[in-house]
């Protein structure tokens, strides 16, 4: 397994890039109408991953999420099952539940005007019930939000029409399905905020060649970033990436799991980078047109052959710090953007083939709010 320098020419991986150069004006990232209409296109069609499962490990434990201006209370039926509704009484419009807890007489009360909500979201008891019209509050509930869990985690969708979860990921939910996320722990986590469109966040993490000017002495060393394999999977993307001093000595095997750093984009906004015994998740939420918040996780499996349980917590600990070493090198890049967004030099982004992952990511948004790919 060799690797080329930056200074020479194309690896074979870097020769099979599958799509072509394309170019992308600055307002893709600057223009608050299309930001708006990527919050309704993108983010109210699809399924994101909000908390790990053990954020409600028992039953009637509930939490509020709120993210891309939607409040979500997350229940924990008696039956072990996850429920979600929108965090806004059907009588004036007061929000209902704040922060997280168990609400162990499985209700919640709507603290203006009384109105009482089970763990489903369904009203109960309504006071003054005499004086409204009853079919008004015939089966009145706060409405539902489609939710599941999988690999370890709780996703949402915001609309109905968005196809069960493992439709939606398509060939991504095989290949994460083959790490057994459901045996994994969340053991660290951590946000930053950056003072970027949420786009230029996704695309900071969706390539590698910024490794050895960005992440010289973090990562620069790990990975054989030239060595790259890219995968379209429309509307995600994937790449295969060998491990310096790993790869070479896996067993031999069809798996590129078990042998290679696999980084997965979970459209619109959600990597997986999966080691093959642990891995770091983050998704970068829209605040504004120009700032972001970016939640990040460490997910870890059992101990691997060989290692003891403190072992393993003292090489994850390694690997949580160097994470966000990396992250925090990247957080500087991406904040500077912010001060030359505006400036008349930046007239867009151009991404080359080893962007290709960067390239059908715009394409799929630009298709989702009716725009062309520009020529």
Request: proline share 6%; net charge negative.
């Given at each position: ?6 200074k020479?020419?194309l690896?074979?991986?870097e020769?099979?890039y ?25 983010f109210?069609h ?16 509930f ?6 201006g939607q409040?979500?209370?997350i ?15 059907q ?5 209902l ?30 006071p ?8 008004a ?32 990921l ?12 459901e ?5 660290f ?16 993490f969706?390539e590698?060649?910024?490794?050895p ?24 993307s ?11 000595r896996?067993?031999a095997?069809?798996?590129h799991?078990?042998?290679?750093l ?13 080691f093959?015994?642990?891995l ?13 918040e ?14 003891t ?10 690997d ?7 992250l925090?090198?990247d ?13 008349l030099?930046?007239r867009?982004s ?5 962007e290709?992952r960067?390239?059908?990511?715009h394409?799929?948004i ?9 020529a």
């Amino acid at each position: 397994m060799t690797q080329t320098s930056p200074k020479t020419g194309l690896t074979a991986a870097e020769q099979q890039y599958p799509l072509p150069p394309s170019r992308w004006d600055a307002s893709v990232y600057t223009d608050p109408d299309r930001y708006r209409s990527e919050l309704t296109a993108v983010f109210h069609h699809s399924w994101f991953p909000v908390h790990p499962s053990g954020d409600l490990p028992r039953a009637r434990d509930f939490l509020t999420w709120d993210r891309i201006g939607q409040s979500i209370v997350i229940t924990r039926l008696d039956d072990g099952s996850v429920r979600a509704w929108h965090n806004v009484c059907q009588h004036r419009g007061a929000r209902l539940v704040n922060g997280s807890g168990n609400c162990g007489r499985a209700r919640f009360t709507c603290p203006w005007h009384g109105f009482v909500y089970d763990l489903e979201g369904v009203v109960g008891a309504v006071p003054l019930r005499e004086s409204f019209d009853e079919e008004a509050l015939r089966g009145l509930r706060a409405p539902a939000v489609q939710v599941t869990e999988w690999a370890g985690w709780i996703w949402l969708a915001l609309s109905d029409d968005v196809p069960p979860l493992l439709d939606h990921l398509g060939a991504i939910g095989t290949e994460l399905a083959g790490y057994g996320l459901e045996g994994f722990t969340t053991r660290f986590r951590t946000s930053v905020r950056l003072k970027v469109n949420w786009k230029i966040a996704v695309d900071g993490f969706n390539e590698t060649w910024h490794v050895p000017f960005t992440h010289p002495h973090t990562l620069a060393g790990l990975v054989l970033w030239r060595d790259a394999v890219l995968r379209i999977s429309s509307p995600h993307s994937w790449m295969t990436l060998p491990i310096r001093g790993y790869t070479e000595r896996a067993k031999a095997t069809d798996d590129h799991r078990a042998s290679h750093l696999c980084h997965y984009l979970v459209f619109p906004n959600t990597i997986f980078s999966c080691f093959p015994t642990h891995l770091q998740m983050w998704s970068a939420w829209p605040v504004s047109v120009d700032e972001t918040e970016l939640c990040a996780y460490e997910v870890v499996g059992p101990p691997p052959a060989g290692k003891t349980a403190e072992q393993w917590d003292r090489h994850n600990r390694r690997d949580w710090q160097q994470f966000l070493d990396v992250l925090n090198e990247d957080a500087e890049v991406i904040n500077d953007i912010s001060t030359v967004i505006g400036s008349l030099g930046f007239r867009g982004s151009m991404f080359n083939t080893a962007e290709s992952r960067l390239t059908a990511f715009h394409r799929e948004i630009a298709r989702r709010i009716g725009e062309g790919e520009p020529a």
